[in-house]
């Protein structure tokens, strides 16, 4: 069966220092990726999706990047956090235009 | 169910009731539509989807409702238990080779015992 991993659970930062959020699927090959960010009681912001290695498209601006190194990995970072970018950040994973499936989540505080 | 503002709409319903979540999407061309369930601290987990081809699809006690006229879908949970209690979103898919989904702002259900 499929499997997502995210980590770290949780993340409190200084502001000004970098991010790196870690995603990965196990049990299934070549799948789409997502990271999302959700504010509190608030709905979820589509911020990146890759359809495949080094596929990367952004959906915001924002001084966040991701980057697809290899098939099921899937990584979000940021040169130098800032306040807003606390949320919880959510990977998801699909096939095709199917459901996508979620990972546990990131929450990260800056500080 | 309808999203207003910034903050969740909200519903209430004693445990063993029914439970309906409405929700509006926007593009009238979206083709594929998922109900998600989302408790605090986790990540959204997946329900039941539909297809624009379909009106009614069935689950194990949820049931989906799809009126492609004015563009709404309901969410129904029957014998609704303590444990329904989370935040449910409706995502919509416009199909083709854009792989995206676009999420609703979610409705925050309680289930009283």
């Known amino acids: 069966s499929q499997t997502i991993h995210q980590w770290p659970a949780t993340l409190v930062q200084p502001v000004g220092s970098p991010l790196s959020l870690e995603c990965t699927v196990e049990g299934t090959s070549n799948p789409n990726l997502y990271w999302y960010r959700q504010a509190a009681g608030r709905g979820l912001q589509l911020l990146f999706y890759?359809?495949?290695?080094?596929?990367i498209s952004s959906e915001v601006p924002q001084n966040l990047s991701a980057s697809r190194p290899q098939d099921r990995q899937f990584i979000l970072s940021s040169k130098k956090l800032l306040l807003s970018d606390s949320g919880f950040y959510l990977c998801?994973?699909?096939?095709?235009?199917?459901?996508?499936?979620f990972g546990p989540g990131t929450r990260l505080t800056v500080t | 169910g309808e999203s207003v503002g910034l903050h969740l709409p909200t519903l209430s319903v004693q445990e063993g009731d029914n439970s309906i979540i409405n929700c509006a999407y926007s593009?009238?061309?979206?083709?594929?539509f998922i109900w998600y369930k989302q408790e605090s601290g986790k990540g959204p987990q997946f329900i039941i989807d539909?297809?624009?081809?379909?009106d009614k699809r069935q689950g194990q006690r949820v049931t989906v409702l799809l009126n492609k006229t004015v563009k709404h879908l309901s969410l129904q949970i029957a014998a609704t238990q303590p444990g329904d209690s989370a935040v449910y979103f409706c995502a919509e898919n416009s199909g083709g080779s854009n792989y995206k989904l676009t999420f609703g702002k979610g409705t925050l259900l309680t289930v009283n015992p």
């Open positions: 539909i297809r624009s081809n379909m």
């Open positions: 998801a994973w699909s096939v095709l235009d199917r459901e996508q499936y």
């Open positions: 890759s359809v495949g290695i080094g596929q």
């Open positions: 593009n009238s061309a979206s083709d594929y």
